[in-house]
């Protein structure tokens, strides 16, 4: 069972879905914060902390700092958000001396389970990059290949979700779009079926797809939709959370570890299938 | 009964959603375009064309030409596109000579009834403006409100919706929101009530606005989500028609007539609902 280091661990909602990941034996957690806060909310909601760590630390920046270091040291495999800012939490992260080592880009990978789609729907980025360039896009896709890998897709068709299914050069998502699916193609961006620029209901209706007689293996089927930009990513997430009915998943990639920073107005259920996501990605892995 | 003017009318799922607007006296068809071609598709799909009427005009842009005339001479209240492209029938429109009269930028509203919303929501703008600066998001939001006043929505909640609830100068979306928010406020955006930025949990939960500390009118009722740009507001549109479940309807705004530019992915009742919705400003700006 993989430890997952909480820094700033006294939130409810947080130890709530620590409790379930525990008792189902999907993580471990190594609580870092104000002790007595901890302890006083696990008692409040049953959670018997019995056999598991917990440093106390009562300022959340250096309970960042502690948390960021068990990750570093290889003694926690996941990072997780509790009551502190992300700002304070990301700063940790990148910080040059003892933070995580960064692979990429740093990017947020979001899994949707949505009652209108015949499987998991991953979403990219939602929520950490404002305006990514090229090759921060092209991060951004290794980051969300090498997720849903980790949850055993292998090969994930990737739409590039743009406006229209045509290259229009004053729209330049369409224009990155034409980019990346060729390097797809010509094995610069690997493991993953690239297609785009592809209008959301092009990629993931396979009768919409065909209306414009568009035929390939990625139209209508996507694994992972990737957006343009935060404007768009965002939007389009909260849409499927909020008005599509789907449940969710969402870690930060792009560091040696998956971190875990769902927001205050996220579900439970919400913050247990990140832990679980997370849980997933590094076993799968430490098994290659 | 307000007259529909058809463009390149010679197309199946275009008249059988004229022939149903027809029989519910919404709106009256003039047919304009192949005539041949007109009389034989009403044939196999029963729709009678008698006292109607049917302009011979067999190529498309003269079709799109003599239909955007019977609009700006009045004897039309709404223009429709058949078979022909969107640019052409729009070439025709922004005639300077015989176009039709411009009041603003030309903006795409679209109105959906969604099963987990608990009234109706506009979208703006899902199709037209790439890019649109602030002058133009204010015309944007006028020709909304100006709809949703012809749908009986008098003072419309808009929400200018962005990734995140704060001002955050990298993010131009939320400085463009904090403007036109301040804007309605002095009584220079009229006829609404605007607030943002909003994320777009925040603009349509209620429970979401409460748990960010954001208590307004606005937040969590909107009856418009304003989008930044295309890129959004085409995710959100197709996301929340096609995995949102919802029904819609969508016309262009900002010309002296409601324009009805359906596509051909577009479902059949997708295309009375519009027809319906510019009916309904059309004839609400009458009785003004």
Known sequence: VPKVAVAAAEDKHVLLALKSAWIKKIAMP???????????????INFDLDGLEVINEKSPEKSCKIAVEWVSNKNAGILMKGLVSTAALLRAVLNKEN?????????????????????LLGITDAAMNIA???????????????????????????AIVCPVEVVNPKIESTVHASIMTTMNRRGQIKNCM???????DIAISKKAALHKGIENEVAGDADILMTPDLNSGNILYKSLAFLG??????????????????????TEETKLYSIAL?????SNNNNK
Do not use: C, M, Q, W
């Not at 690239?194 to 959301?200: E, M, N």
């Open 30 to 44: 190594v609580l870092i914060g104000n002790k007595d806060a901890i302890e006083e909310i696990a008692d409040s």
């Open 99 to 119: 933070g995580l080592k960064r692979k990429t880009t740093l990017s947020h990978f979001a899994l949707f389970e949505i009652p209108t789609y015949h499987k």
């Open 278 to 282: 997370a849980a997933s990605i590094i």
């Open 194 to 200: 690239i297609d785009g620029p592809l209008a959301l």
């Open 132 to 158: 990514p360039d090229l090759n921060e896009k092209i991060s951004i896709i290794n980051n969300a290949v090498g997720a849903a890998r980790g949850v055993g897709i292998n090969s994930p068709k990737v």
């Open 245 to 266: 009915g789907g449940k969710s998943a969402a870690i930060i990639t792009g560091s040696s570890a998956p971190i875990v920073l769902t927001s205050r107005s996220d």
